[in-house]
């Protein structure tokens, strides 16, 4: 088993959802980001998702969007973020799965990546803009070098793209709550429990559910038809409101801890 599936069964075991915040890398700097890291490790985080900011993203809402482009003039690179968590990872003892758009990795080299993602203790790999269609030479790379591959689906996908994304995945599949882009949404879609029990009978790998999620309550609800939750524009708000405080890094911790509450 690979460590974000152990980390599943862990919380299986423990009838409980994982809880997977997301952060934007480099933002406000990579120095900073280790120590953020370690704030979600201490406020309840199963499982890190860690954004590579990109220039022109197509899922990123606006909160996310102005996080990459603060990370890019601050000089963050995808290499940068790998020895981020080369050094970091050991202290973590939790899975790293990094978010990315596929040009980063196009323009490195797919087995250069993949080689040197794994080296770095990076668990698994979610590239958005990556269908499981046209994503052979990547999983071939990633499977090489033992890196979980994490496909998306959405309330829009056909039986058609719910088996290859299945057949393409391993880890988790991550289900988008709603069509659209990430940010903050007063509700919850009334379809998402519907539609997540659907997929969870479908599905041989751990659902996840992000996209909106930004509350304690909501975090309960999800909770209760998924196997992860996923909170990202709320924790990358945060960030930006109290990124030039000497508090930050606590002030993200204490907001984990109420979002990972329910699940305690």
């Not at 990579?30 to 860690?50: N, P, W």
């Not at 770095?120 to 994503?135: F, K, T």
């Given at each position: 088993?690979?460590?974000?599936?152990?980390?599943?069964?862990?919380?299986?075991?423990?009838?409980r959802?994982a809880?997977?915040?997301?952060?934007?890398?480099?933002?406000?700097?990579?120095?900073?980001?280790?120590?953020?890291?370690?704030?979600?490790?201490?406020?309840?985080?199963?499982?890190?998702?860690?954004?590579?900011?990109?220039?022109?993203?197509?899922?990123d809402?606006?909160?996310?969007?102005?996080?990459?482009?603060?990370?890019?003039?601050?000089?963050?690179?995808?290499?940068?973020?790998?020895?981020?968590?080369?050094?970091?990872?050991?202290?973590?003892?939790?899975?790293?799965?990094?978010?990315?758009?596929?040009?980063?990795i196009?323009?490195?080299?797919?087995?250069?990546?993949?080689?040197?993602?794994?080296?770095?203790g990076?668990d698994?790999?979610?590239?958005?803009?990556?269908?499981?269609?046209?994503?052979?030479?990547?999983?071939q790379?990633?499977?090489?070098?033992?890196?979980?591959?994490?496909?998306?689906?959405?309330?829009?996908s056909?039986?058609?793209?719910?088996?290859?994304?299945?057949?393409?995945?391993?880890?988790?599949?991550?289900?988008?709550?709603?069509?659209?882009?990430?940010?903050?949404?007063?509700?919850?879609?009334?379809?998402?429990?519907?539609?997540?029990?659907?997929?969870?009978?479908?599905l041989?790998?751990?659902?996840?559910?992000?996209?909106?999620?930004?509350?304690?309550?909501?975090?309960?609800?999800?909770?209760?038809?998924?196997?992860?939750?996923?909170v990202?524009?709320?924790?990358?708000?945060?960030?930006?409101?109290?990124?030039?405080?000497?508090?930050?890094?606590?002030?993200?911790?204490?907001?984990?801890?109420?979002?990972?509450?329910?699940?305690?």
């Amino acid at each position: 088993m690979s460590a974000i599936s152990e980390v599943f069964a862990e919380c299986r075991r423990d009838k409980r959802a994982a809880f997977i915040p997301f952060l934007s890398a480099g933002d406000p700097n990579l120095q900073t980001t280790g120590s953020l890291l370690q704030a979600l490790v201490m406020g309840g985080a199963d499982i890190i998702e860690l954004g590579v900011p990109f220039s022109d993203p197509i899922a990123d809402g606006p909160v996310i969007q102005s996080a990459s482009v603060r990370a890019l003039e601050a000089g963050t690179s995808l290499s940068g973020i790998l020895r981020l968590v080369a050094r970091q990872r050991d202290r973590l003892g939790v899975p790293v799965v990094l978010f990315t758009y596929y040009n980063p990795i196009h323009v490195r080299g797919v087995e250069n990546f993949a080689e040197q993602a794994a080296s770095s203790g990076v668990d698994g790999v979610l590239c958005v803009d990556l269908p499981p269609d046209e994503a052979g030479e990547f999983i071939q790379a990633m499977r090489q070098h033992n890196l979980d591959t994490i496909f998306l689906l959405a309330p829009t996908s056909t039986r058609d793209r719910i088996a290859k994304v299945q057949a393409s995945s391993t880890g988790f599949v991550y289900y988008v709550s709603r069509t659209g882009v990430t940010g903050d949404q007063g509700a919850l879609p009334k379809e998402l429990v519907k539609q997540a029990r659907r997929l969870r009978r479908k599905l041989h790998h751990p659902l996840a559910v992000g996209f909106g999620i930004n509350t304690p309550e909501q975090v309960a609800a999800v909770a209760k038809v998924a196997d992860g939750v996923v909170v990202g524009s709320a924790l990358v708000k945060l960030v930006a409101e109290h990124g030039a405080s000497p508090r930050l890094a606590a002030v993200l911790e204490e907001r984990v801890r109420q979002l990972t509450a329910p699940l305690r």
